[in-house]
């Protein structure tokens, strides 16, 4: 079965990288608003959590690795991977047009080991932090000259960013008995965004077509520094009724210092193949401070088919600083992010209907946002739904997630995105490195 799931993993992923190459206009490019500083946050959890609007700190599926805690991992059973794609799209308005984006993406790898059984286990992974894919193009015109000399010229400016901040972590989990666990994890973070410039300028009173030199560069920011991550997760039985759970999770993210620089990259007036860019010439040193991040919730599993959660961020992006940027740091606000949402589980019955066959996830979230341009909030409002197809022969499984929502303000001349997006997840599960008892 674990055969299969690769295959079809593989299908899809070909599929969205078919649908990207149909329109050159769609590839790499995301949210206009991850243009700004670093990237756009990305936040990265469980796969089980993503059709919930949660992250799943709180939420914990046994045969589903899990890096939204790291105290989960002290109740790791089985050897556990994981790994997803997804596609995510940009309807962008504002007040002078509409554009169209698509950005795919290879989500975050997890391995999830145990060293003692539900007791002791090792995460190794690789996650987004921060997202950059945006295009942005400014056209304006310079009058040059004066009486019969005088020329208009039509100057387009084009800016293409790329790149993020992510993430390699270790660590570990420890289920210091059936109520609490805790959790600690280390991080290298390291930064590479690419912005690429380019300027093609032509000559109003000249025949169309005819320009001047274009001229094109690349800065590209990059640094490293080391994170750590704390988790602790505890569980309160029968709370209510028989049967029933209480959940308590929480993560505490430190703040990271990125020793970086920017470096202008190449520097060359296109206008043949024997022309030479200049040399590689660094512009600025120095450091970038990512904030304090807080993740807290609580689930409440009203049985084995049944759980209903809420969870909430808050990460301190006023003390976001970046010596390679000149650029307003006020624009950067504290976020919270708040989302509730339902599991449920059918199949735990052993009903042999087809519906009830697979997991079923809803919910919804409201992000403040980290930024705040023009005296605006750029919030987002998102609505998900998630649907699990299980493995029969094993407790592997598939998980599809799907999201639809709104982001920012067509106020104050900004832009307002409709977003929706699909993610395909590969949970691997089987137990190694334990042999059956001999009788």
Known sequence: MQKRLLIILFLCFSSFTTFAQTDDSLVDE???????????????????????????????????????????????????????????????????????????????????????????????????????????????????????????????????????????????????????????????????????????????????????????????????????????????????????????????????????ERVQEESSALVGPDDEADDDITLAEGSIQLPLGLTTGITYKASNRLALTTEALYQKWSNYTNDLKNENEQVFTDRFRVGAGVSYFPFVTGSDKFLSQFKYRFGASYDSGHLELNGENIDTIMLSAGLGLLSPNSNSSVDLSFEYGFRGTKSQDLVKENIWGFKLSLNLAEIFFFRPKLR
């Open 30 to 260: 995301g949210s206009a608003y991850s243009q700004f500083g670093i990237g756009f946050p990305v936040d990265y959890g469980s796969s089980a959590a993503d059709g919930m609007g949660i992250f799943g700190v709180s939420y914990l599926e046994p045969a589903v690795a899990s890096m939204a805690n790291p105290a989960h991992w002290g109740s790791t059973v089985y050897g556990m991977a994981t790994g997803g794609v997804g596609i995510s799209n940009f309807s962008a308005e504002d007040n002078f047009g509409t554009a169209r984006n698509s950005l795919i993406y290879v989500d975050q790898f997890q391995l999830q080991l145990p060293v003692y059984k539900n007791k002791f286990g090792i995460s190794a992974s690789f996650t987004p932090y921060t997202q950059a894919a945006f295009q942005v193009t400014e056209s304006s015109t310079k009058i040059v000259g004066s009486g019969a000399s005088q020329d208009t010229l039509l100057i387009d400016s084009q800016n293409t960013g790329s790149g993020g901040v992510n993430r390699i972590e270790v660590g570990f989990g420890w289920k210091i008995n059936s109520n609490i666990s805790v959790g600690y994890a280390p991080s290298l973070v390291y930064a590479s965004i690419d912005n690429e410039f380019q300027t093609t300028i032509a000559d109003s009173a000249l025949d169309e077509g005819t320009f001047y030199q274009p001229v094109r560069f690349t800065e590209q920011s990059s640094g490293s520094g080391f994170g750590n991550r704390f988790g602790v997760f505890v569980t309160v039985p029968s709370v209510a009724k028989e049967g029933d759970e209480l959940n308590f999770g929480a993560t505490l993210n430190l703040p990271v210092e990125l020793n970086s």
